[in-house]
Structures are given as C-alpha cells and as structure tokens.
C-alpha cells in the first residue's frame, strides 16, 4: 500500500477547484476591477510583501465565517487571489457553494501580477513586538494590520478620569490607540476606589490625570499620554478637542457634558457619551450634523432634586466598567469605520434586572444646539442647573 501523500491530496483538491471556478489572468484582471471586489485569502504575515490596492484581507480559514459580514451581496462581482493562486481557488470554489454568483480566481495569484509589473503597495507594517501585542486585533479581518496601524495613529480624548473614564481609558491603551489626553482636575480620594480602576490606594491625594497616565504608561508603553490637569471650561474647551479625533465624555455633572456637546459642534468631532446613576447606565454617539446632538435628547437638564450625583445616591460598582466598555468599543469603531455606531440610538442598561435596550433617538429639527451647522452654539460656562451667567 503506497504511503498517503498530503500534498498530492491537496494539489487534487486543487486542480478540483480550479475546474469548478472561472480564472482570470492579471492582465485581463486589471483591466476589469471597476466595482469587483478584491479579496486576498493570505495569512497576516504574508500581506507585508504587498496587496492589490483596495483588496481585502480575510484570511482563507476565515472566509466561510466572515463573508455573510463582508461580503453581504451574493450578486456582487468577487475577484479572489493568494500567493500563487491555489489557496484563492479554494476559496473562489467554497463562496460559490455558499451561492456567491460572480467569482473569479486570479491565476497565478500575486506573484504572477507583480511579474507582469502590474500595480500593487505596500500596507502599513507593524514592529515584531507589535505584532505579537496586537495579534488578536490583527487576525479579525475587520481590523487587520492597517487598523491597527490606524489606532496607533489616532488620538482620543477623555474627559474625566473617575468611574467611566477608567475602563474607557484603560482598554483603549490596551488596544493601542496611540495619544489617550485625559482631562480632569480632581486628586484620588479613598470613596473612588470603589470603581475608579485607573487609581489604588497607593495615589491617595495624588492629581487622577497624572495617576491615569501612570496605570496607562504601565499597560502600554506605546501610548502616549497628554496629561490635562484642569477643568474643561468655556475657555479651554475648544483648543483641547481640537487635537483629538473622538471625544469620550466620561464626566458626572450636566454642565460639562453641555459643554463637550456644543464645541462638538464647532469643531466637528464625534463624542461618545456615557452616563450612570445607581444600578442604571446609557451610553450614546453624537456625531455632529450627522444624527442627533445631546441637547437633541436632553434639551434642558433635570431638576436637581431628580439627578443627584453619585455621591449623593450612590452607584454600583462594576456599572461603570460596563458602560465605559460600552463606551470604549464605540470609539475604538469610530476609529476603524466599522460596524454599526450608537449614533441616532441610546443605549439603556440596567444591572439589577441584566436587561438592555436600544432605542431609536432622532435629530431635532428645532434643536437650540444644531438646528443650524452655520450657527453652532455659544460656549458658555453654565452652573450646575445649566443656566447661563448673568
């Protein structure tokens, strides 16, 4: 009995495929790529040595889990293709049997494209060391080396760095988003270890923007932390959001929410917002113009009396760390241009029941904040009922 050869079972499966899909050479290729969608089924290692500009890289052991995502349109022309062509013809003859109509294997794969000097580049690459850091983002082909790239290229702002601020901070170093400015004037105090993780008991008294830069320096030495030991007010407002591409409100009082949503509005910048309140949290995105603004949803604070600070009634613990999770994987989105944002939803949690909610929030066409992009509202400090000075 002759001994099992591996690759000669793989060379039949192969040439099986290559029967069953249709095959393009690179030239007549190139000169059809007019609404095709190009997909590369190399391994994440191997997209340094170059990609056909606008493909996509999804992994071949990832394909059949990820086309009802990325590849929505079963009608839509696909052109397929590896290293060589053999892998992609695999993977060309598996989206036909899921019902993908139009697919193509490119013959001869990148190595021949290359040969016949068509055009290709060379994605963003990655250090060893972060490839080793990041490689659970890398492999999701939502993400891949060039988003990862792009957070390390982006820069965030927080507001607040309590008991949102914290897991929001946190896990946006960890994913590696390279500038975290956390802006907050408030020391350490023992009532907010009770869910305050950026802080221990070690930083009592100590300013929380140079204790979160601190925890945030030790979790990823790739991140760059902007320490802003102040209050952010109607004077400073503008020139900090300025440098950044998402704002995190993790703030505790109306005034200063108000506040990020009306210069969000001069400047343009999405703002993720979270809020909590015993066992209760919400969370939202207000991407100006482009859906509803906060003042959309909450056109004039609750009385005092009915929005008592945590200090005054309390919150559990751990509800913070869900909502600035909630908060963290919004933002980390927005950065990538993936997925489906809470923008124009609200996003209701209760901890006490584990139940959640997503409700449907529209834009407000007599908003006093952005009814009118030409007019975006005057900056103002407010008082602790939002009423403006006298």
Not at 166 to 195: C, F, K
Request: proline share 7%; hydrophobic share 40%.
């Amino acid at each position: 009995m002759a001994a099992y050869d591996e690759r000669m079972d793989y060379a039949h499966l192969v040439a099986a495929a290559r029967n069953r899909v249709t095959e393009v050479d690179p030239a007549t290729a190139a000169g059809q790529l007019d609404g095709v969608t190009i997909i590369d089924v190399r391994e994440p290692d191997e997209l340094a040595g170059g990609m056909i500009e606008g493909a996509l890289a999804i992994p071949r052991g990832q394909l059949e889990a990820s086309a009802a995502t990325r590849l929505p349109d079963k009608t839509a022309p696909i052109l397929v293709y590896c290293e060589v062509g053999e892998r992609s013809a695999l993977a060309a003859d598996s989206l036909q049997n899921m019902g993908y109509s139009q697919v193509t294997n490119l013959g001869g794969g990148l190595v021949r494209w290359k040969a016949e000097h068509l055009p290709w580049l060379v994605p963003r690459s990655l250090s060893t060391d972060r490839m080793a850091r990041y490689s659970r983002h890398t492999r999701l082909p939502e993400v891949g080396v060039d988003g990862q790239a792009r957070l390390l290229e982006s820069r965030v702002l927080v507001v607040g760095a309590g008991g949102l601020g914290s897991p929001v901070a946190m896990y946006l170093a960890a994913a590696g988003v390279g500038t975290i400015g956390i802006v907050d004037d408030d020391v350490v105090e023992i009532s907010n270890l009770q869910r305050q993780i950026l802080h221990g008991t070690d930083r009592l008294g100590r300013p929380k923007a140079e204790s979160a830069a601190q925890t945030l320096g030790l979790l990823n030495p790739d991140v760059r932390v902007d320490v802003h030991r102040t209050r952010l007010d109607a004077s400073n407002a503008l020139d900090l959001m300025a440098a950044y591409d998402v704002v995190v409100d993790g703030t505790d009082n109306f005034p200063t929410r108000y506040l990020i949503n009306d210069t969000s509005l001069h400047l343009g910048t999405p703002v993720v917002h979270g809020s909590i309140f015993r066992f209760e949290g919400q969370a939202s995105v207000f991407r100006p113009y482009d859906g509803p603004c906060y003042r959309c949803l909450f056109r004039r604070p609750p009385p005092p009396d009915l929005a008592p600070s945590c200090a005054e009634a309390g919150v559990l613990g751990v509800l913070p760390g869900i909502i600035g999770s909630i908060q963290a994987a919004e933002t980390i989105k927005l950065l990538l241009g993936i997925g489906q944002t809470l923008v124009g939803r609200l996003l209701l949690y209760d901890a006490l029941d584990q139940e959640t909610r997503v409700v449907r929030i529209e834009r407000d066409p007599d908003c006093p904040a952005c009814a009118n992009p030409d007019e975006p509202p005057l900056l103002i400090d407010y008082d602790e009922s939002c009423t403006a000075p006298a």
